[in-house]
């Protein structure tokens, strides 16, 4: 399994954006599949945004437009570029991976949208 921690969460004002780095214990060059999911208070848990191994991606219809997620194979790094914030998107992001047998998740990073 992988180890993998969040950062850059903090507080930002609705139509701000932040950055969220997932940085990975090993190497993700063989990881097919890497995500990002949210929990806001009192909700399930969602997917926000995944990406493949062959840089293909996929978003949320609430995120579309306004989130980016990427992968750098190199620096075994993911984040996502989340532009436009708005309240709703107040929750823990977690970072996830699957590498065909073993599922991995960070412990997440609390993001904060005020109005």
């Known amino acids: 399994q992988v180890q993998l921690v969040e950062s850059g969460g903090g507080l930002a004002q609705a139509g701000g954006s932040l950055r969220l780095s997932c940085a990975a214990s090993?190497?993700?060059?063989?990881?097919?599949?890497m995500a990002w999911h949210r929990q806001a208070p009192g909700k399930q848990r969602e997917l926000v945004a995944t990406?493949?191994?062959?840089?293909?991606?996929n978003y949320a219809d609430s995120v579309k437009g306004r989130f980016t997620i990427s992968r750098d194979n190199a620096k075994n790094m993911m984040y996502l570029q989340m532009d436009s914030l708005k309240p709703e998107d107040t929750a823990v992001y977690y970072c996830?991976?699957?590498?065909?047998?073993?599922?991995?998740w960070g412990r997440g990073t609390q993001v904060t949208v005020s109005s």
């Open positions: 090993r190497s993700i060059s063989s990881i097919n599949v």
């Open positions: 996830y991976t699957f590498d065909g047998l073993f599922s991995s």
């Open positions: 990406i493949s191994s062959g840089g293909t991606t």
